[in-house]
């Protein structure tokens, strides 16, 4: 028995989740993924992070992973400001085998309370922008990048340029011709960023 969920974030990253979680990857037909919820955390730190919102004839790339029930108390606690969205199975299909996902499949959405778009007092922060983009080029190279750029809305939310002191706790360590891909590729979007202070 195991527990089973969509990542579309910084779950695609494999240094995100637990050493022995099985990471398929797949794609799930017809949602999008949004800069939409908006949180503080214990520092102090607003920040905006992803969420999911259904959009037919959408379609997003990610990932099936799967864990021991045992896990699902560490799993909700990260999560704990998103919901459950199960029934979500016919929407997904694996790469390999072109298979749908498991009935009891889900995805983590932000809940209402925490459903907004992001702003100066809510910023994406770059290092869980770098954690998410260098998880997409782990699996999928620049065409992941270029996939999660063109399906993701709200690229209006600033950012908050913390890579030398990062906020996100799970921050990685970009190697610099990585670090280089990810600015030059984000470039033509105009982002708006912001100092820390």
């Not at 017809?30 to 503080?40: K, L």
């Not at 498991?102 to 778009?117: C, M, S, V, Y």
Request: proline letters at 6%; glycine letters at 8%; a negative charge.
């Amino acid at each position: 028995m195991t527990i089973t969920y969509f990542g579309y974030g910084s779950l695609v990253n494999a240094s995100t989740v637990p050493a022995g979680a099985e990471i398929i990857p797949g794609r799930l037909s017809g949602w999008v993924r949004e800069w939409r919820f908006c949180g503080m955390w214990e520092n102090g730190q607003g920040r905006c992070a992803l969420s999911v919102r259904r959009q037919p004839g959408a379609e997003i790339w990610g990932v099936m992973t799967r864990e021991q029930p045992s896990r699902m108390g560490a799993l909700e606690k990260r999560e704990s400001r998103y919901e459950k969205i199960s029934e979500i199975a016919q929407d997904f299909r694996c790469e390999a085998e072109k298979k749908p996902g498991p009935d009891d499949l889900f995805l983590f959405k932000a809940t209402l309370e925490n459903e907004r778009w992001g702003c100066q007092v809510h910023p994406i922060l770059q290092t869980y922008l770098d954690c998410v983009l260098a998880g997409f080029f782990q699996i999928w190279g620049e065409a992941g990048i270029r996939h999660f750029l063109q399906t993701t809305d709200g690229w209006h939310v600033p950012v908050l340029n913390d890579r030398s002191t990062p906020h996100y706790p799970r921050a990685v360590r970009l190697e610099r011709d990585l670090e280089a891909l990810i600015d030059d590729m984000l470039e033509p979007l105009n982002l708006t960023y912001v100092d820390p202070t």
